[in-house]
């Protein structure tokens, strides 16, 4: 379960630090644990900037502190964003465009499973809610910070299970009918969608933007985390699963090779270029849930 909570802004220093104009910025959400955690802590020991954002302030803490000793990076900040709340995410990205002067790559990387219906602050169902229109405002609201650090990237971590998702804009919510891989999936497909519509809108900008399925990853996604059920399910699978940090290779890929510095509008499996299916490649869908999130966020009214 995604808990909520009352969002807060964390700031590791005091004022606005200067950033070293040879260092890519590059923000991680879901930094503090899973794949989020070992692309942050791959990143941090190549020298990039690296900004995390969390929820959980402890465990926020105790990651940074890691990152530091472990990479001997002092560029690892800690930035704190409740993704289930819409408020918390258009504070958070007031603030980041005040502390940093660019920003090179965003990698949208943090997600839910929830096998019950629950619903954001903003009173979305918490995996529509949280894993696309959270980090569908997020990207919009940086985009002039990306378009002005150009060439820049963004890396959306999806799923292979976008292909069990149908865009439901009669009960978007899952209000009606809630089975969980099916709303998962719904999520997932709207990654995909949003990537593929956002490159379009990008093109000849010199941001290009991608989506990810990093394969079957062993993590706490789909633990709920007030019962802890499905850790022994986890626990079971683990031997059929790569690492997190094997999971977190074609993030990195997509943020940083040369390779792909020129790829936008693309959709990848283990480093690999991969052709989506289905919904996610009706052009039209993809413009209707685009408006559609526009209104749900409220980006409609102020854009």
Request: glycine share 6%; hydrophobic share 40%; charged share 20%.
């Amino acid at each position: 379960m995604y808990q909520l909570r009352p969002y807060v802004i964390l700031i590791t220093t005091l004022g606005v630090r200067q950033v070293a104009n040879d260092k890519p910025v590059i923000l991680i959400t879901g930094a503090n644990s899973g794949m989020g955690k070992e692309t942050a802590m791959a990143l941090a020991k190549q020298n990039k900037h690296v900004v995390m954002m969390c929820r959980n302030k402890e465990k926020c803490e105790a990651a940074l502190k890691e990152f530091k000793a472990e990479s001997n990076n002092p560029d690892v900040d800690l930035l704190l964003c409740d993704l289930a709340d819409l408020a918390s995410v258009r504070q958070f990205a007031s603030v980041f465009i005040k502390k940093y002067d660019r920003l090179d790559v965003l990698i949208n990387n943090a997600g839910v499973v929830n096998l019950k219906w629950y619903e954001t602050k903003d009173g979305f169902e918490q995996q529509f809610g949280v894993n696309h229109l959270a980090p569908f405002l997020l990207t919009r609201l940086l985009l002039p910070l990306l378009k002005k650090s150009a060439p820049s990237r963004i890396v959306v971590v999806s799923s292979a299970a976008y292909k069990f998702g149908h865009i439901q804009f009669d009960d978007l919510q899952s209000a009606k009918k809630y089975r969980t891989f099916k709303v998962y999936g719904q999520s997932k497909l709207a990654n995909v969608l949003m990537t593929y519509e956002l490159a379009r809108r990008l093109k000849g900008t010199g941001v290009t933007v991608n989506a990810v399925h990093p394969g079957a990853v062993s993590t706490n996604l789909g633990i709920d985390r007030s019962s802890g059920f499905g850790k022994s399910i986890v626990r079971l699978l683990k031997p059929f699963f790569q690492t997190a940090k094997e999971g977190a290779k074609t993030a990195i890929y997509l943020a940083t090779s040369p390779e792909v510095s020129q790829v936008s509008g693309k959709y990848f499996v283990i480093l690999k270029e991969k052709k989506t299916t289905g919904e996610s490649v009706d052009l039209q869908l993809a413009k209707k849930l685009w408006v559609v999130s526009e209104q749900l966020t409220g980006l409609s009214k102020s854009s």
